[in-house]
């Protein structure tokens, strides 16, 4: 049995497309994000629930520069959105404000929704904390990553990065970073040659109660 799953999963390796970001790999995103961190517990609404799906979705949308999704039979099943300011690229962006703005102007409406917002606010706050504290110049960043893990153990997540960081040496980046959290499969980073270089506490105020959980800076040099 297990060399009918290895021999599955070196199969449906060699099947995985990786390509730039197209529209129809929307509705796969919004149920990576999902599932990856669980938005159900931020709210009970299911209205509530999709506008800040999509919200989150488009407001990364705005700032990368480099997307790259991996397709396997035609899904979406993993995804980096990568951020060089030196490059250009963003102006293509500007499509994805109108519907940002729109879905976080529906979460503004009601005591919990304006929780779930500021929570988002404050961690934004933590953020540029961490960047702050490590007093390190950077040069690229790694904006927003997730693998379906439905398809993990497939290396999904190791080539979207390695073409990544390709991409960062042809263009000249020396030094990345990315933000993470303990609720994340920040181990990812421990083996793949980023170094944690800061941690701080965040909360939000859930309808379930608070939630609270350490963030982390990390970076990674680039021949």
Known sequence: MVKINAMLKETARN????????????????????STWNFDKYT????????????????VMIVQNYTQVAELDGKAIGLLFGKIPKLKGFMKNWVHIPPAVYHTLCL??????????????????????????TKMRFDGELEFFVVNHQYQGLDVGKQLLNNYLQ??????VK????????NS????????????RGCLPASFELYSGKLEYDNFIYTREIP
Do not use: W
């Open 175 to 182: 030094n990345i970073y990315v933000y993470t959290d303990a």
């Open 108 to 133: 503004i409406f009601g005591k919990q929704q304006r929780r779930v917002l500021k929570g988002f606010k404050d961690l934004q706050a933590v953020y540029a904390r961490l960047r702050k504290e």
């Open 185 to 196: 499969n920040f181990g990812f980073y421990d083996h793949h040659g980023f170094v944690r």
């Open 44 to 59: 009970a609404d299911r209205s509530t629930k999709t506008h800040m799906l999509k919200a989150h979705m488009r407001a």
């Open 167 to 172: 991409y960062c040496e042809r263009h000249g």
């Open 15 to 34: 099947h995985i497309i990786y390509r730039v970001l197209r529209k129809k790999d929307y509705p796969g995103i919004l149920e990576m994000i999902d």
